[in-house]
Each structure stands twice: as C-alpha cells, then as structure tokens.
C-alpha cells in the first residue's frame, strides 16, 4: 500500500470551512481546486480529492482515498458502519428540519408525504415515533415540493432558515444537528497507522 495519503473533501461549504483547518496543518492545496479533481497538497506525500459530498463515504470506504471530511448527514444517510469515524471537525453547522407551509395542520389518520433527498434518514425519524409516511425523494429544489402540492412537508438542511422563509415555510421539527465529520478507512488505520494516527492528532488539536 502506498505511503502517500489521499484525503477526499466535500465541494460547496463543506470545502470552504475545510481549508482553513486544512490550512493550519500546513495541508494547503498546491493546485487549482475550482479545476482540478484531484488535487496536490503543500506536503508532497498528500493529495486531495474533490467529490460531491455524497460520494466521500463511498471514497473512503472503498480505499480510493484514506480519509474523508463529510458532513454527519450524509453518513447517517450512507450508513457509517465501514468507517471510523474519530472527530467531529465542528464545522460547516447546521441542522437537518422537517418544514412546512406556514400554518401547516396535521390531520391524523392522513398519510403524510414528505419530500427530501435524505429518505433513510426520514424513515427512521418517523419509524421511531410509529409513524408510516409516503417519501418521495428529490434532489434538490426541496422547497418547492410544498408549493406545488407534490409534498406536505419536506425533509432538509437548514443554516440560516432565509430560503425557507423566502419560499414560505417554517421549520416545525429539528431531526438532528449536523456538522462535519473525520472519516477514515479501516484498511488504511491499519496499513498506514501512524502517519495517519499523527494527523489524527494534529487534527484533534487544531480543532481544541
């Protein structure tokens, strides 16, 4: 197994919250980001690799890259079983909410339909209140679903809550919060434990 190591990052917030830490470490990128995929780093034995945030699970559970920063929801939705996962970064905070139409009413023994990209997510938070709903996953334009009577509700991110006041929804339950997560392949702890437990610590004490 190469010694070099690959770290697989978020693209969007996740990305820009990332590099400052990444920075403090002396982990800078050494090339464009916004062009390349994968990416050099100012130390010559890590590389970067720019993923969607969905697919950094799947990078790191599968070796492509050894470690990965994501955020908890998609590893909730993922299932994090076949990763360690040994620190919360704290950043790129949100929360992950059920909204609604302002003035929304349930009406009991009408099946509710909710719209979201997280569906496992969203079926285990209502299995465990004993309730049975119809998931109709989306992938993004999660707002609109209410509006136009494709959902009663939705399942999704929220930060500041302004798109949801913009679009005329409210949150009216918070399922978890939600922030960025170290992720690690077991293999790779194993093979390459060392220089991986060494920024482990670096890590750990540059998030306090």
């Given at each position: 197994m190469?010694s070099t190591?690959?770290?697989a ?9 990332s590099?400052?830490?990444l920075?403090?470490?002396g ?6 980001i916004?062009?390349?995929l994968r ?5 010559a034995d890590?590389h ?7 697919d950094?699970?799947?990078?790191v ?10 955020g908890?929801?998609?590893l909730l939705?993922?299932g994090?079983?076949a ?8 950043i790129?905070r949100c929360?992950?909410s059920?909204a609604?139409?302002?003035g929304f009413?349930y009406?009991?023994g009408?099946r509710l339909?909710v719209?979201?990209?997280y569906?496992?997510?969203t079926?285990?938070?209502?299995a465990?209140r004993?309730?049975?709903v119809?998931?109709?996953k989306?992938y993004?334009s999660?707002e609109l679903a209410p509006l136009v009577?494709?959902?009663d509700v ?6 500041t809550g ?5 679009n005329?929804l409210?949150?009216?339950e918070k399922?978890?919060?939600v ?9 790779a702890?194993?093979m390459?434990h060392?220089?991986i437990r060494?920024?482990l610590?670096q ?6």
């Amino acid at each position: 197994m190469s010694s070099t190591l690959t770290i697989a990052l978020s693209k969007g917030r996740i990305l820009e919250e990332s590099l400052p830490l990444l920075a403090r470490l002396g982990l800078a990128p050494a090339g464009d980001i916004d062009r390349l995929l994968r990416v050099p780093s100012t130390q010559a034995d890590v590389h970067f690799l720019i993923v969607r945030p969905t697919d950094v699970p799947t990078y790191v559970e599968y070796g492509a890259a050894d470690i990965g920063i994501v955020g908890k929801d998609i590893l909730l939705e993922h299932g994090g079983a076949a990763l360690y996962e040994p620190l919360d970064l704290n950043i790129a905070r949100c929360r992950l909410s059920v909204a609604a139409p302002k003035g929304f009413e349930y009406r009991p023994g009408k099946r509710l339909r909710v719209a979201t990209k997280y569906p496992e997510i969203t079926k285990r938070h209502y299995a465990a209140r004993g309730e049975q709903v119809e998931i109709i996953k989306l992938y993004g334009s999660m707002e609109l679903a209410p509006l136009v009577g494709l959902a009663d509700v939705i399942v999704d991110l929220v930060a500041t809550g302004k798109t949801l006041v913009a679009n005329g929804l409210v949150e009216i339950e918070k399922v978890c919060e939600v922030t960025s997560r170290l992720v690690v392949n077991k293999a790779a702890m194993k093979m390459k434990h060392a220089r991986i437990r060494a920024l482990l610590d670096q890590f750990e004490s540059t998030v306090g």
